[in-house]
């Protein structure tokens, strides 16, 4: 009876968040581009990443004072909103004292009639009571409707003030995004051009690789995860001396060389001349 071989799949191992060049070392060459060919694709990667940032750089403030300035118009716009609400709600407590006061009138008128039919005192002085009481309450809501005009009149002169502080941001706000957009326009074929060639060269590369290339960029503060040699002996990253054994390996370019003090790849010089 024929036996059948079952084939294993292999299962590839989860890439680490924490891994590092160093920890690639071991398996750097264990894909279909060889060393020197990965490490010419990282340089070139490395290249087209600076370029960008140098077009992401000439735009400078701008884009952040531009969201700025438009988030400030926003609250502005939103605060007068809330004071024309807050206006629109006393003129609404307005319009009910006004008809309170005419019930209230029309309450006393009724009271002053039956004045005019009393016979005794104690009935006409507790009519006059009521016509007391309806007065008081009348001056209260004559007063609450004097307070609240007076509320209106305070929070149309902010609004007033907050509409003028407007005109002011939005001049200044349509003139950096005009500024804005004469550098992206400027920019932006170039920056599609260098956006279309680093995805290539990332395709190049495996997940490992590419995953340490961007953690290194972003931990270091020039932004640059592959260095030359600089000085003649000196990583190109943190200026830290290369020994001479090291030296020899970038120069080979079939090692993969890490600074031992910052991480960072190092190539030969030769990348650069290319």
């Keep these: 009876m024929a036996t059948t071989t079952k084939k294993t799949k292999k299962i590839a191992t989860p890439i680490d968040q924490r891994e590092t060049f160093v920890s690639l070392q071991k398996t750097f060459a264990d894909s279909e581009s060889n060393t020197e060919e990965k490490l010419k694709i990282l340089y070139d990667l490395q290249n087209a990443d600076n370029a960008i940032e140098k077009l992401v750089q000439l735009r400078g403030e701008l884009p952040a004072e531009v969201a700025s300035l438009e988030a400030e118009v926003g609250s502005c716009n939103a605060r007068i909103e809330s004071l024309e609400q807050i206006i629109a709600q006393y003129n609404e407590n307005i319009a009910a004292m006004n008809e309170d006061i005419v019930s209230l009138d029309a309450e006393a008128q009724k009271y002053q009639k039956q004045l005019e039919k009393i016979s005794n005192s104690r009935e006409f002085d507790s009519i006059n009571k009521e016509l ?143």
């Design 132 to 274: 007391e009481n309806l007065a008081i309450l009348r001056k209260i809501d004559e007063k609450k409707i004097g307070e609240s005009r007076e509320a209106i009149t305070e929070n149309k002169n902010t609004i007033q003030r907050v509409g003028e502080k407007i005109d002011v941001l939005k001049i200044d706000l349509e003139a950096k995004q005009e500024e804005l957009a004469r550098i992206v326009e400027s920019t932006t074929k170039e920056e599609k051009a260098l956006l279309k060639t680093r995805d290539e060269l990332a395709a190049k590369l495996d997940e490992r690789t590419l995953s340490a290339y961007n953690r290194i960029r972003e931990s270091v503060h020039n932004h640059l995860a592959v260095v030359t040699v600089f000085n003649g002996d000196s990583c190109g990253g943190c200026f830290n001396t290369i020994t001479p054994q090291r030296l020899i390996d970038v120069a080979s370019g079939k090692k993969l060389v890490i600074c031992e003090h910052c991480g960072r790849i190092i190539v030969a010089n030769s990348y650069s001349e290319e």
